[in-house]
């Protein structure tokens, strides 16, 4: 009896899931490329409608990974579905962490004077640095991915016939500091004039010009009811959320935290006030000092996932205050910084934080010039008087040079380094051997020295003779989990009859969504018609609030590793309809194509000082870890323990030195 019940139950769930299915769009007709193979894609979504990425919805999908990048067609940018850490690339990387024996490598008999293992912005930096003191060098670049850049990835779609971009990670030249002279030196080098491109291609106020404003969405699973407010400014806050399903108290403490100068740390100095917020956590703040609401913690929680990929309740309230996060304005705290302070521009105060500048496709557009200065043949130009930066970002890499043989620099995409080790005793060899898993075969090459310019946990699986010191300080280093969505619609009515153009979404899927930012740039033009089609950009990050912070992003990278692509579709559509629905909107109708960005391994550990002990920079695990072995050295945003381009160029940088002045 009980049985059927609960099987009549659930046959009603499944009918119930079908239609909510169907009005989603999730039996959408399976678009063409779900019909061609992996190579076919990129030349067939130029020259058609936009695509919707369900295929790789099972994660099986046909991936560049399995097609030679050198076959005609080979256009990664333009793939949909799931990105960033795809199907294919991570596979061998986890079967030598489990200790799987390696497959009979065939010697490729390649040599060089370098190898580098990585091609995001750092290992590519590196070789130019090398190519730099060394011009008539041999170097080989190997990378997992099926695309370069690492994180500095770009997402690419042709809507409506015209080009759009987005970044699938690394989002702009932005960091705590300015960059230094070897990161500013490369971007010039490069091209890249960050302080007249900021005047000459940015409207980043553009939809604020329009009148569209920043809303948030309250859910009904965390809040009670489905609430979209809009306007969170100072001057509308309160008549905006005075509609929000929250408890008078809440939505009152909200408005005083947003506008209101409370010292809620009355008869402390700046000093001892700014020692006991680096001491709690922002929600801890909130909850102890403020003595907010806990419908008003659960609001704010997400405020930090964007910077930080975890919640309030494991950032430091200190750091909060410089990212100008509410309830700080009345507690009159003292610009500098202080000791116990995160990677932040007040804890680098003296010097102050970067310029900002971001490109339609973020920074890929810098691992795009930096493939262009190391291969030239493999980037064509238009032709048009604009400047390398600006030129770059509508030209088309061709993906059939990078790896040709008897070029001097060559870059080998799809293709894992397993296992990289002297040809003798460390301290006396004068080669290394790296040997790489490609398509399921394992090859080896040789090389005078090794960048490894990977995520820096990974090295001790490489190079297991590494001192035990050394691979203890690297197993210590654990990335940040997140996930950054494209998502392309038919047009954006629905936001301007919403007069909104970003959202904040504390409960939801993705925490944060806002409509492609307005950029011109050499030929590529944002859109400026509602009725256009266009991109929205939405992060997730997939967190455990409550956990340690590392925990947190352990429990997180596994849940990413087993997501299907089918999840986070029915979860975008299910969002932006909820979230959009008195626009108009209609997920069903008006999402065309979706490419996830999933990054298990994503922004480089950092110091929090609510986790990690205060300790001598070269007692810390990024400096341990980094040190060279022989004619191996150690790259990566990583090993500045700095989640910033700037760190990645710098970290290529040293290690090359150290290479070079062995
Ligand atoms: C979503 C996201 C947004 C970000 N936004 C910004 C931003 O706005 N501004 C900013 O300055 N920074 C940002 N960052 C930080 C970003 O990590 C750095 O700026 C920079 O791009 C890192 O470059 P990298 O070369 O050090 O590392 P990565 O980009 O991670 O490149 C390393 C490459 O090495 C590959 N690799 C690893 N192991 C192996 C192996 N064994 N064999 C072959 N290849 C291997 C990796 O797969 C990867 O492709 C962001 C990061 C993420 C994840």
Not at 77 to 94: D, N
Request: net charge negative; with cysteine; charged share 20%.
């Amino acid at each position: 009896m009980g049985a059927t019940k609960s099987n009549n139950f659930k046959e009603i769930m499944q009918k119930e899931d079908k239609s909510r299915d169907r009005e989603l769009g999730m039996d959408k007709p399976i678009t063409r490329r779900d019909f061609l193979n992996g190579l076919a894609i990129g030349t067939a979504t130029l020259a058609c409608e936009p695509l919707l990425g369900a295929s790789a919805a099972s994660g099986s999908a046909p991936s560049a990974a399995t097609e030679a990048q050198d076959a005609p067609g080979y256009y990664p940018p333009l793939l949909t579905g799931m990105r960033g850490s795809h199907p294919g690339s991570f596979e061998a990387a986890h079967a030598l962490r489990d200790g799987e024996p390696l497959p009979t490598a065939t010697n490729t008999g390649e040599e060089y004077d370098l190898i580098v293992v990585g091609a995001g912005i750092s290992g590519l930096a590196a070789a130019h640095f090398y190519r730099a003191h060394a011009p008539s060098s041999r170097i080989l670049i190997l990378d997992n991915h099926d695309d370069f850049g690492g994180h500095a990835k770009r997402n690419e779609f042709n809507l409506g016939g015209h080009l759009h971009l987005l970044n699938g990670g690394t989002l702009e030249i932005d960091s705590p500091r300015p960059y230094g002279p070897v990161a500013a030196g490369l971007l010039k080098t490069l091209g890249i004039d960050v302080a007249k491109l900021i005047k000459t291609t940015q409207h980043l106020d553009y939809y604020d010009r329009l009148g569209l404003k920043s809303g948030a969405f309250f859910d009904r699973e965390t809040f009670g009811a489905d609430k979209l407010v809009v306007g969170l400014d100072k001057k509308s806050i309160a008549q905006a959320i005075a509609t929000a399903p929250l408890p008078e108290q809440a939505r009152k403490q909200i408005v005083e935290l947003e506008t209101g100068a409370t010292d809620y740390m009355p008869n402390l100095s700046s000093a001892e006030k700014k020692d006991r917020l680096s001491r709690m956590s922002y929600e801890a703040f909130l909850r102890d000092v403020v003595h907010a609401d806990p419908q008003v913690l659960k609001f704010y929680n997400a405020r930090t996932h964007g910077e930080w990929g975890v919640g309030t309740d494991a950032v430091a309230a200190l750091d909060c205050w410089v990212f100008e996060l509410p309830g700080f304005q009345g507690l009159k705290l003292k610009h500098g910084a202080t000791p116990r302070m995160g990677y932040t521009p007040a804890g680098y105060e003296t010097t102050g934080g970067s310029l900002r500048l971001h490109f339609p496709d973020g920074n890929a557009t810098v691992a795009r010039l930096l493939v262009r200065d190391l291969i030239s043949g493999a980037v064509r130009g238009s032709g048009a008087p604009w400047s390398p930066a600006e030129d770059i970002v509508t030209s088309r890499i061709d993906y059939s040079q990078l790896d040709t043989p008897n070029a001097p620099l060559r870059l080998r995409l799809n293709s894992t380094a397993v296992r990289v080790r002297h040809l003798g005793e460390p301290h006396s060899a004068t080669q290394v051997e790296v040997t790489y898993v490609r398509a399921g075969r394992a090859y080896t090459a040789r090389a005078g020295g090794s960048v490894l310019a990977g995520y820096n946990m990974m090295i001790p699986y490489l190079c297991p003779e590494l001192p035990e010191a050394q691979k203890a300080a690297l197993h210590e280093l654990v990335k940040t989990p997140l996930v950054y969505t494209s998502v392309a619609l038919t047009n954006w009515r629905a936001f301007e009859r919403l007069e909104l153009h970003r959202v904040y979404a504390p409960g939801s899927y993705h925490t944060y969504f806002h409509l492609n930012p307005h950029v011109t740039i050499g030929a590529y033009q944002s859109v400026t018609s509602p009725d256009d089609p266009i991109l929205v950009h939405m992060v997730r990050t997939p967190c455990r609030p409550g956990l340690p912070e590392h925990d947190q992003n352990r429990a997180g990278r596994a849940e990413l590793l087993t997501t299907s692509f089918e999840t986070f579709e029915r979860n975008i559509r299910d969002q932006l309809g909820r979230t959009l629905a008195d626009g108009g909107f209609d997920p069903a109708r008006d999402i065309t194509a979706i490419t996830v960005n999933r990054w298990p391994h994503g922004y480089a550990p950092e110091y929090n000082p609510l986790f990690d002990p205060e300790m001598p920079e070269n007692e810390q695990p990024h400096v341990i870890g980094r040190a060279k072995f022989g004619r191996i050295t150690i790259a990566n945003s990583d090993a500045g323990a700095a989640a910033y381009t700037d760190s990645a160029i710098n970290q290529g940088h040293r290690a090359v030195m150290e290479l070079l002045h062995a």
